[in-house]
Nanobody, 127 residues
Framework: QVNLVESGGGLVQAGGSLRLSCSAS????????MGWFRQAPGKEREFVAC????????YYADSVKGRSTISRDNAKNTVYLQMNSLKPEDTAVYYC????????????????????WGQGTQVTVSS
């Protein structure tokens, strides 16, 4: 098991930026592919971005592509989500997730593929 703690959420005006961080502890971070998901009130939790455990291959939801960048620092056991040009529809609780995987270059974008989740951080974008 790996413990995940998100930070960096907050209130920002439309057009602004935020960088979310997710710190991992408990097991070797480089064993995990990582993902970010979000859940708005009354909606299902949805995929945002993901990154492989080794070569940094990434994949994004269409809703954030071109505005967001996922990255990781295995030496710091941390994954980041840089979000730019934020919109009110980006308002949600953002969750970090980890998947223990043998494959260094694979990424995962299905919610049910992840078995470790953080507690979430609130992002609110005002218009």
């Amino acid at each position: 098991q790996v413990n995940l703690v998100e930070s960096g959420g907050g209130l920002v005006q439309a057009g602004g930026s935020l960088r979310l961080s997710c710190s991992a502890s408990g097991r070797t971070f480089s064993s995990y592919a990582m993902g970010w998901f979000r859940q708005a009130p009354g909606k299902e939790r949805e995929f945002v971005a993901c990154i492989s455990r080794s070569d940094g291959s990434t994949y994004y939801a269409d809703s954030v592509k071109g505005r967001s960048t996922i990255s990781r620092d295995n030496a710091k056991n941390t994954v980041y989500l840089q979000m730019n040009s934020l919109k009110p529809e980006d308002t949600a609780v953002y969750y970090c997730a980890a998947k223990d995987t043998y494959y260094p270059y694979r990424y995962y974008y299905r919610r049910d593929e992840y078995d470790n989740w953080g507690q979430g951080t609130q992002v609110t974008v005002s218009s």
